[in-house]
């Protein structure tokens, strides 16, 4: 961390938001309404491992603050608003979560339970079967990069040292984010073989990488506070993949999430973010309403009542920093 941003976290921040500054600066936003995004929450710091996780301590701060400053509405709402125009009175925020971590049925929700907010929770179909390891692939990733942080890792015929490839420098998980679904999977399960990652992962906490089961699934599904979305089934970078093979995994994370909760499943978060003009096409057409980005990629996205941004929330910064840059969020990532 440069001395920048080290006195920022310490002293800027917490001074701004001590202060109720950056209600000065939300309020300079012309926009109403903020999707805000997580993926888990973990009651021991996981960065060292992922930096997919937000601690407990500091995601009850976070509640506290929203309900303090902001209605809370769910994703499906945020929508409705959105396509009627309708802008609220006051600063307005969604609450979402990807992947379908097991932490969010054991750690996050009981704190929605507490204070009552309702989240979104978007669910790669997956967790509604069986799996070799119950986790998402790039957490498989996670585990080389672990154990394995100063030797080179064979993917296939494809050499990575400290985590570039020898010869492009392009990083382990783009790389094989552009993978076609089967060579994916393929190099997937050899890696798991070569490098004994089902027996290393149980070595790392079960709340950092353990997806939902389908009867965990089920019943996180009956609580008042949750609403499930799809998240595909098998977490492809599906504005990467052929478009057949997009459709495919987009209508199946649908049946298989629709037949585990016994609810219509209609909106659609994408996997790291990752479509296309024609993906989005295929996804409204298999009957996803509400389908969101992490940031919007196309030109045609602000006009597209179907998608719409969301902020992201880090887990490697400070809570002040976070409820900073969340206020800031308004005007770039905000809408209404």
């Given at each position: 961390m440069n001395l920048v941003a080290a006195i920022s976290r310490k002293a800027v921040f917490p001074l701004l938001i001590n202060t109720r500054a950056e209600k000065v600066l939300r309020n300079f936003s012309?926009?109403?309404?903020?999707?805000v995004m997580y993926h888990g929450v973990v009651a021991n710091d996981s960065t060292y491992f992922s930096p997919r996780h937000i601690s407990s301590g500091q995601f009850e701060k976070h509640l506290k603050y929203y309900i303090?400053?902001?209605?809370?509405?769910?994703?499906?709402?945020?929508?409705?608003?959105?396509?009627?125009?309708?802008?609220?009175?006051?600063?307005?925020?969604?609450?979402s979560f990807d992947d379908g971590y097991k932490n969010n049925l054991d750690i996050a929700l009981p704190f929605l339970e507490k204070y009552l907010v309702k989240a979104t929770f978007f669910i790669s179909g997956v967790c509604a079967h069986d799996m070799k390891i119950r986790t998402v692939w790039s957490d498989i990733i996670s585990v080389l990069l672990h154990y394995y942080p100063d030797e080179g890792i064979k993917i296939g015929d494809e050499r990575f040292n400290a985590y570039l490839h020898e010869n492009t420098k392009e990083q382990i998980k783009g790389f094989m984010k552009k993978l076609p679904p089967h060579k994916r999977d393929k190099l997937l399960d050899n890696l798991i073989e070569s490098y004994g990652v089902a027996d290393k992962i149980?070595?790392?906490?079960?709340?950092?990488w353990k997806l939902m089961?389908?009867?965990?699934?089920?019943?996180?599904?009956?609580?008042?506070?949750?609403?499930?979305?799809?998240?595909?089934?098998?977490?492809?970078?599906?504005g990467n993949i052929d478009l057949k093979e997009a459709e495919k995994d987009l209508s199946l994370a649908k049946s298989v999430l629709e037949e585990a909760i016994q609810k219509p499943v209609f909106q659609l978060a994408y996997p790291d973010?990752?479509?296309?003009?024609?993906?989005?096409?295929?996804?409204?057409?298999?009957?996803?309403?509400?389908?969101?980005?992490v940031n919007y990629r196309l030109q045609s996205d602000g006009r597209d009542e179907r998608i719409l941004n969301r902020h992201a929330i880090s887990s490697t910064t400070t809570y002040e920093s976070n409820m900073f840059f969340l206020n800031f969020a308004f005007r770039k990532t905000g809408f209404l």
């Open positions: 012309g926009h109403s309404v903020l999707n303090k400053n902001f209605d809370i509405v769910t994703v499906s709402e945020a929508f409705n608003m959105y396509r009627n125009k309708v802008v609220p009175k006051r600063k307005t925020i969604t609450i149980k070595e790392i906490p079960e709340e950092v089961t389908r009867k965990e699934l089920i019943t996180f599904s009956r609580s008042k506070m949750v609403d499930i979305g799809a998240h595909g089934y098998l977490h492809y970078n599906l973010g990752s479509y296309s003009e024609s993906v989005k096409d295929v996804a409204q057409r298999l009957g996803y309403e509400n389908q969101l980005a």
